[in-house]
């Protein structure tokens, strides 16, 4: 017990010194006294619910990136078909039931279009994405294998992750994190934002823009019912159109979509000052734009922004500058969003946020206040009742406990770890609970010296009958810790972390160095009698 | 200098002789406790029943217009707001419960909550939003299966550490002290009706590894002791070992009762239900520790044999070497 090699002292006191320096640089932050650039900077985050921010939980849904593979799938026959020399001839093309089926006009043709299907079906990945089944002779059958469904929906939530953080950088936001987790969810935490409104209105637009020529033979009475003719689909008026309320009928195919921008800002139109939002395509998108516009002069085209007519004007003239303009009753600071919007890319798939927490940065400083004043004082009664009860132990443990909590945040800071509001209550329950060990022993030395072991002996059987009861204490809560670690979120998760850390931190510095302290003592003095 | 002594030595309390009235006391306790939680029902926040929590602050008043907003919510017709103070006297939490079709409807949801955070905006002048919290019908429903696994997993893997560790009885006694725990701190919930959140499952998680500190050093102590005083009858021999371990029981209970005490008076509002918790079952797990996990050994025949090893075929023939038998 007394026998404490010099190599093990100086181990020790190295693994503190790292754990407490560690911590040095997020206890100076709050001072002004700068920590050397050169050494490394290891910080301990605050949470948001400490520091202020957004917390933002996206859901992707996944049933739209079917439908949407789908509608893909049909044009991409529909195009094979008809570019295959010579043409294979085919019926109406079903969607139904989530599977893709059509006719052949003429049923020898099954293993020409069989063929030129294939690279289509395969992809270009490891996964085959689609099925090929053949019924009575000509009816071709694809469905949609599940693995390529799930590729489908990751890749969607990939780029949809990409767009996100697009929009987040156009806000000029710091340090925002943007995390997939998963299968459908994205989330988005951004420290110390002023208006949260703006952020989840950014994210939750689709900016899908389309541009679909209006079906003039359909009939306004049936439009107005929501019966669409053969070949066309109907579409509302956005509620900031002038013709909100109403529909329009478009028709399915032959449209163009406006993902393939290379610019969009938000401007003003030049006659009747209206704000709107100018788009600019690339090469490819220009010239599908020009054929559009070109053979449809005279005709009204609908601007589609997420399945809503925005305005349906009539083309004058064919457009071929590649640039055009939206309008559609916008307020500069929607126009601005949408150019935001378009800029940063359509998302593939609807976003909507399903959790949202956002702290204000007044009541963070204020939780933060608070919280490191109740620990200071809890910290200092602990410290009297321990000395008034221990006398000479009591300060060993209290020199032990100021050595754990500064050990605690050096960790945390070494491991990147975030402080939340809960990890506050962690810290203070550490205090509490950490001097439970020295409680422990010092109580059984006080048993021991009252059987009459002398002192030596007391202390010794102190901290070896003590330890079994205190790993066992300290394990049956690293179990609860990590339960509460792998099943809770955010915040609660700050809570695990401290509570997990301070285990450790506990264990080593109530049992080890106390026990170095008092062999130091007890070599050095030599006492008769230790007062306890 | 004298020191302080919490617990006189030699004291000497006979804890074992009123196990049964007490631990029918425990009993009833729980059964209240479910009672309450399927009567009354706990009062879930946002984080369990989905809908808007909103925190704000009138910075010009002294007084927040608790009754004004009430009426004000619920002129928008999402139903009728939980208002409450929270904080100081100018600080109030405004906590709406979506209708079904609108909380189930995630783009309306998000609307409403726009709404509603609008029109205290606007009304208010000195209306300073501090916080708020949006939670899904979705959502909700997976933080309370996940809250529940967490709960029953910990106890599981904690009652089995203590099996191993200990023997069956003992981890039948540790179980049932956690369980008597939880039930408790719930229907304190469910009785005074406070917020039910994540917070408080973490809290009740916490108080399940804190209770356990206590129940492990009398256990740790009474197989010590078994195995030391292999005659003595096991109510006293557990009350010798509750006896021993009390001046540390007390003295962790105070420390972590003083720790926890300015936290709980003074700490962020946001922490009180879950410091109010702890401290709750600071108390809770003490007197589980004592009275419902030390007498459960008695009724399921611990002896002194369940921690002297069995004697093997090879001890037996040495004894034979040896002549002793």
Same mark, same amino acid.
């Given at each position: 017990?007394?026998?404490?090699?010099?190599?093990?002292?100086?181990?020790?006191?190295?693994?503190?010194?790292?754990?407490?320096?560690?911590?040095?640089?997020?206890?100076?932050?709050?001072?002004?006294?700068?920590?050397?650039?050169?050494?490394?900077?290891?910080?301990?985050?605050? &949470?948001?619910?400490?520091?202020?921010?957004?917390?933002?939980?996206?859901?992707?849904?996944?049933?739209?990136?079917?439908?949407?593979?789908?509608?893909?799938?049909?044009?991409?026959?529909?195009?094979?078909?008809?570019?295959?020399?010579?043409?294979?001839?085919?019926?109406?093309?079903?969607?139904?039931?989530?599977?893709?089926?059509?006719?052949?006009?003429?049923?020898?043709?099954?293993?020409?279009?069989?063929?030129?299907?294939? /690279?289509?079906?395969?992809?270009?990945?490891?996964?085959?994405?689609?099925?090929?089944?053949?019924?009575?002779?000509?009816?071709?059958?694809?469905? /949609?294998?599940?693995?390529?469904?799930?590729?489908?929906?990751?890749?969607?939530?990939?780029?949809?992750?990409?767009?996100?953080?697009?929009?987040?950088?156009?806000?000029?936001?710091?340090?925002?994190?943007?995390?997939?987790?998963?299968?459908?969810?994205?989330?988005?935490?951004?420290?110390?934002?002023?208006?949260?409104?703006?952020?989840?209105?950014?994210?939750?637009?689709?900016?899908?823009?389309?541009?679909?020529?209006?079906?003039?033979?359909?009939?306004?009475?049936?439009?107005?019912?929501?019966?669409? /003719? /053969?070949?066309?689909?109907?579409?509302?008026?956005?509620?900031?159109?002038?013709?909100?309320?109403?529909?329009?009928?478009?028709?399915?195919?032959?449209?163009?979509?406006?993902?393939?921008?290379?610019?969009?800002?938000?401007?003003?139109?030049?006659?009747?000052?209206?704000?709107?939002?100018?788009?600019?395509?690339?090469?490819?998108?220009?010239?599908?734009?020009?054929?559009?516009?070109?053979?449809?002069?005279?005709?009204?085209?609908?601007?589609?922004?997420?399945?809503?007519?925005?305005?349906?004007?009539?083309?004058?003239?064919?457009?071929?500058?590649?640039?055009?303009?939206?309008?559609?009753?916008?307020?500069?600071?929607?126009?601005?969003?949408?150019?935001?919007?378009?800029?940063?890319?359509?998302?593939?798939?609807?976003?909507?946020?399903?959790?949202?927490?956002?702290? &204000?940065?007044?009541?963070?400083?204020?939780?933060?206040?608070?919280?490191?004043?109740?620990?200071?004082?809890?910290?200092?009664?602990?410290?009297?009742?321990?000395?008034?009860t221990y006398g000479r132990f009591g300060v060993y443990a209290t020199a032990a406990l100021g050595i754990n909590i500064a050990m605690l945040l050096g960790i945390m800071a070494a491991l990147n770890t975030t402080l939340t509001l809960p990890g506050i209550a962690g810290f203070v329950l550490t205090i509490g609970a950490a001097v439970d060990a020295n409680v422990l022993i010092n109580e059984r030395i006080r048993e021991e010296r009252k059987r009459g072991r002398r002192v030596i002996a007391a202390v010794e059987n102190g901290y070896n009958e003590a330890s079994r009861a205190i790993y066992d204490a300290n394990i049956t809560n690293f179990i609860a810790g990590v339960l509460l670690f792998l099943f809770g979120s955010g915040p609660v998760r700050g809570f695990a972390v401290v509570l997990i850390i301070g285990l450790?931190?506990?264990?080593?510095?109530?049992?080890?160095?106390?026990?170095?302290?008092?062999?130091?003592?007890?070599?050095?003095?030599?006492?008769?009698?230790?007062?306890? | 200098?004298?020191?302080?002594?919490?617990?006189? +030595?030699?004291?000497?309390?006979?804890?074992?002789?009123?196990?049964?009235?007490?631990?029918?006391?425990?009993?009833?306790?729980?059964?209240?406790?479910?009672?309450?939680?399927?009567?009354?029902?706990?009062?879930?926040?946002? +984080?369990?029943?989905?809908?808007?929590?909103?925190?704000?602050?009138?910075?010009?008043?002294?007084?927040?217009?608790?009754?004004?907003?009430?009426?004000?919510?619920?002129?928008?017709?999402?139903?009728?707001?939980?208002?409450?103070?929270?904080?100081? +006297?100018?600080?109030?939490?405004?906590?709406?419960?979506?209708?079904?079709?609108?909380?189930?409807?995630?783009?309306?949801?998000?609307?409403?909550?726009?709404?509603?955070?609008?029109?205290?905006?606007?009304?208010?002048?000195?209306?300073?939003?501090?916080?708020?919290?949006?939670?899904?019908?979705?959502?909700?429903?997976?933080?309370?299966?996940?809250?529940?696994?967490?709960?029953?997993?910990?106890?599981a893997a904690i009652a089995l550490y203590i099996w191993i560790r200990f023997e069956w009885q003992f981890g039948v006694g540790a179980l049932f002290a956690l369980f008597h725990d939880v039930s408790l701190t719930l229907g304190m919930f469910a009785l005074f009706q406070l917020e039910f959140s994540l917070q408080i499952i973490a809290a009740i998680l916490a108080i399940i590894g804190y209770s356990l500190n206590d129940t492990i050093v009398i256990y740790d102590r009474i197989r010590e002791n078994l195995k030391k005083y292999r005659k003595m009858e096991l109510p006293a021999l557990l009350d010798l070992s509750v006896n021993e371990t009390l001046a540390r029981t007390v003295m962790t209970s105070l420390t972590l009762f003083v720790a926890l005490l300015p936290l709980l008076l003074y700490g962020p509002a946001s922490?009180?239900?879950?410091?109010?918790?702890?401290?709750?079952?600071?108390?809770?797990?003490?007197?589980?520790?004592?009275?419902?996990?030390?007498?459960?050994?008695?009724?399921?025949?611990?002896?002194? +044999?369940?921690?002297?090893?069995?004697?093997?075929?090879?001890?037996?023939?040495?004894?034979?070497?040896?002549?002793?038998?």
């Amino acid at each position: 017990m007394l026998d404490f090699p010099t190599w093990r002292k100086i181990w020790l006191w190295l693994i503190t010194a790292l754990c407490v320096g560690a911590a040095l640089p997020s206890l100076l932050s709050a001072t002004s006294v700068r920590w050397p650039d050169v050494l490394p900077q290891p910080m301990v985050n605050l &949470g948001l619910d400490l520091a202020g921010g957004s917390h933002i939980l996206l859901e992707a849904d996944a049933a739209q990136v079917e439908s949407q593979r789908l509608e893909n799938m049909e044009e991409n026959v529909r195009n094979i078909m008809r570019r295959a020399e010579p043409r294979i001839r085919i019926g109406d093309v079903s969607t139904r039931d989530g599977r893709l089926s059509f006719m052949l006009d003429d049923p020898s043709e099954v293993d020409r279009a069989r063929e030129l299907l294939l /690279p289509s079906i395969n992809g270009t990945r490891l996964v085959r994405e689609w099925d090929l089944a053949v019924e009575d002779g000509s009816r071709m059958i694809l469905t /949609p294998t599940s693995d390529g469904l799930d590729q489908a929906v990751s890749d969607a939530m990939e780029s949809a992750t990409e767009v996100v953080r697009k929009r987040i950088d156009e806000l000029g936001t710091r340090e925002p994190t943007i995390i997939r987790q998963g299968d459908t969810r994205i989330v988005v935490q951004v420290p110390g934002l002023q208006d949260p409104d703006q952020l989840k209105a950014l994210l939750g637009q689709t900016a899908k823009l389309e541009f679909k020529l209006v079906d003039q033979n359909a009939l306004p009475s049936d439009v107005q019912q929501g019966l669409a /003719p /053969p070949g066309s689909e109907i579409f509302p008026y956005a509620e900031t159109s002038d013709f909100a309320g109403s529909s329009l009928a478009v028709r399915r195919l032959g449209g163009i979509r406006g993902d393939n921008l290379t610019g969009a800002q938000q401007s003003f139109d030049p006659q009747t000052n209206e704000p709107v939002v100018n788009i600019q395509f690339d090469s490819d998108g220009g010239r599908r734009f020009a054929k559009l516009t070109t053979d449809n002069v005279g005709k009204p085209f609908a601007i589609i922004l997420d399945g809503q007519v925005l305005s349906a004007p009539n083309i004058n003239e064919p457009i071929r500058g590649g640039s055009a303009q939206i309008s559609g009753g916008f307020s500069v600071e929607t126009a601005n969003q949408l150019a935001i919007s378009l800029r940063s890319g359509a998302l593939p798939v609807d976003l909507a946020v399903i959790e949202e927490r956002t702290v &204000g940065p007044d009541l963070g400083a204020d939780s933060i206040r608070r919280g490191m004043l109740a620990m200071a004082v809890g910290s200092v009664m602990v410290v009297i009742l321990m000395i008034a009860t221990y006398g000479r132990f009591g300060v060993y443990a209290t020199a032990a406990l100021g050595i754990n909590i500064a050990m605690l945040l050096g960790i945390m800071a070494a491991l990147n770890t975030t402080l939340t509001l809960p990890g506050i209550a962690g810290f203070v329950l550490t205090i509490g609970a950490a001097v439970d060990a020295n409680v422990l022993i010092n109580e059984r030395i006080r048993e021991e010296r009252k059987r009459g072991r002398r002192v030596i002996a007391a202390v010794e059987n102190g901290y070896n009958e003590a330890s079994r009861a205190i790993y066992d204490a300290n394990i049956t809560n690293f179990i609860a810790g990590v339960l509460l670690f792998l099943f809770g979120s955010g915040p609660v998760r700050g809570f695990a972390v401290v509570l997990i850390i301070g285990l450790f931190t506990s264990v080593f510095t109530a049992l080890t160095l106390t026990r170095m302290w008092v062999a130091g003592y007890l070599r050095k003095a030599k006492p008769k009698d230790i007062v306890l | 200098m004298k020191l302080l002594k919490l617990v006189p +030595d030699d004291t000497n309390i006979r804890f074992l002789k009123w196990r049964v009235p007490f631990f029918a006391v425990s009993i009833l306790l729980i059964a209240a406790s479910w009672a309450l939680v399927a009567t009354k029902g706990l009062n879930y926040g946002v +984080d369990f029943a989905g809908g808007l929590e909103v925190r704000a602050t009138f910075t010009e008043s002294t007084q927040a217009p608790i009754a004004e907003l009430r009426n004000d919510v619920e002129a928008l017709g999402y139903g009728s707001p939980v208002v409450q103070r929270f904080g100081e +006297d100018n600080q109030v939490s405004i906590r709406v419960r979506l209708p079904d079709e609108v909380s189930a409807d995630k783009e309306a949801a998000q609307e409403a909550a726009n709404d509603i955070v609008r029109t205290l905006q606007t009304e208010y002048d000195d209306f300073r939003l501090d916080g708020n919290d949006n939670v899904s019908g979705k959502v909700s429903g997976e933080f309370r299966q996940t809250a529940l696994y967490a709960l029953l997993a910990a106890m599981a893997a904690i009652a089995l550490y203590i099996w191993i560790r200990f023997e069956w009885q003992f981890g039948v006694g540790a179980l049932f002290a956690l369980f008597h725990d939880v039930s408790l701190t719930l229907g304190m919930f469910a009785l005074f009706q406070l917020e039910f959140s994540l917070q408080i499952i973490a809290a009740i998680l916490a108080i399940i590894g804190y209770s356990l500190n206590d129940t492990i050093v009398i256990y740790d102590r009474i197989r010590e002791n078994l195995k030391k005083y292999r005659k003595m009858e096991l109510p006293a021999l557990l009350d010798l070992s509750v006896n021993e371990t009390l001046a540390r029981t007390v003295m962790t209970s105070l420390t972590l009762f003083v720790a926890l005490l300015p936290l709980l008076l003074y700490g962020p509002a946001s922490l009180f239900g879950m410091v109010a918790a702890i401290t709750l079952g600071l108390f809770v797990g003490t007197y589980s520790s004592v009275y419902s996990a030390a007498p459960i050994l008695v009724w399921l025949g611990v002896t002194s +044999d369940s921690f002297v090893p069995t004697e093997t075929v090879a001890d037996q023939q040495e004894k034979k070497a040896r002549g002793l038998v």
